[in-house]
Nanobody
Framework: EVQLQASGGGTVQIGGSLRLSCVAS????????IGWFRQAPGKQREAVAC???????SYSDSAKGRFAESSDSAKSTVYLQMNNLKPEDTAIYYC??????????????????????WGRGTQVTVSS
């Protein structure tokens, strides 16, 4: 049974920080890149970051310079450090196995299809 459980969300003021965690189980952790995706009400799900400690990490334009992904393979856990948070970051955050594809010179982050359930995610709210 593949499981990816995100946690660590909360409510912060503009400019604040949060550290999200994602505990993975049911598969060989180091065989995959794990990423973060988010979805705000009324909007489509969008990629935030994808990678691992072996191949590096790709970030969305919005996340670059503010967010940083890291992992601990011994704990099968991925982290997302979120700094200088903005109201636009308000969303439910999910973790999921992912891949990076280069299209027209730009990296595109895609979730792996048929890997596992998105689950409930964790809510991040940034006050305006």
């Amino acid at each position: 049974e593949v499981q990816l459980q995100a946690s660590g969300g909360g409510t912060v003021q503009i400019g604040g920080s949060l550290r999200l965690s994602c505990v993975a189980s049911g598969f060989t952790f180091d065989d995959y890149a794990i990423g973060w995706f988010r979805q705000a009400p009324g909007k489509q799900r969008e990629a935030v970051a994808c990678g691992n400690d072996f191949i590096g990490t790709s970030y969305s334009d919005s996340a670059k310079g503010r967010f940083a992904e890291s992992s601990d393979s011994a704990k099968s856990t991925v982290y997302l450090q979120m700094n200088n948070l903005k109201p636009e970051d308000t969303a439910i955050y999910y973790c999921m196995a992912c891949r990076i594809v280069t299209v027209a010179g730009r990296d595109r982050i895609n979730p792996l299809g048929d890997f596992g359930s998105w689950g409930r995610g964790t809510q991040v709210t940034v006050s305006s």
